[in-house]
């Protein structure tokens, strides 16, 4: 159910005329070419049933695409349960204006039994489409460019300072806007805390653990251990690659790329929204 109700990273496509027009070709093209379902025994002009049927298809979409338009708008962010539902009762709204100009054109009487039966095919094969597109889609889009599907919260955090203690007697505490931080790197018996300033990554080395870090920054949910040796601010992730072995961060301006071990990706993966 997490899943579900993750964000959906594609918008809308700008090219939804373009589709409209492919749909209703590969329908056409299917019913004149491979002539399906008995499609081959009718005697009048298949050119043209097969163009009805592509015109069909082609308004079916193309009013279907004015009602997605208004629902993504309604309802925000767009959620991957909202595109496998919409995808669902495009194929659905679709299947039934076809199967009612079938009806019409071959003569062929409605029942109750024959339109579930259609109603169960079609949902079967919708499914079917609906999960093979959205996952394929999601997860290629999760392999490269996790970060944008990261729910971030910088600008709530814009005013918070956090301070990060050092353990010698006469340590200095590092003080900074949370915002600033990016990573810190667990190095024997010290972390190095790099962070922005000025406009310039700098890093400063503290005498402490990466558990009391994370102690210290344990409020604040984008703050996350990625690996044993390193922990990073979520927000100020701009690149992220990999599968589920593990992951590569780029924060920023920053040279150093963050790994994140393949103990940690379901954890990471439990960040986005």
Known sequence: M???????PFPLSSH??????????????????????????????????????????????????????????????WRIWHEAMSILL?????????????????????????????????????????????????????????????DKTTEEQADITVTIHDTNVRGNDLQLSINDLLYIEAQKNNVAVNYVKDGMVVSQELHTTLAAVLDDLQAYANIFQCHRSFVVNLNNITSAQGNSNGYQLKLGQCPTIVPVSRTYVPKLRSFIA
């Open 2 to 8: 997490s899943f579900l109700t993750r964000k959906y």
């Open 16 to 77: 939804w005329l373009r589709d409209c027009v492919v749909y209703s070709a590969i329908v056409f093209l299917i019913l004149y070419l491979l002539q399906p379902f008995g499609f081959s025994m009718y005697g009048g002009s298949k050119l043209l049933v097969s163009l009805l049927f592509g015109a069909v298809t082609f308004a079916c979409c193309l009013v279907y695409g004015y009602v997605e338009r208004f629902l993504r708008q309604f309802f925000k962010p």
């Open 90 to 150: 495009m194929i659905l709204w679709i299947s039934i204006c076809n199967f009612l100009v079938f009806s019409w054109v071959f003569h062929y009487p409605i029942t109750g039994l024959l339109f579930l039966m259609f109603l169960y095919w079609t949902l079967v094969i919708g499914v079917f489409i609906t999960v093979f597109s959205v996952g394929l889609n999601y997860h290629r889009h999760l392999r490269n460019q996790l970060e944008t599907l990261l």
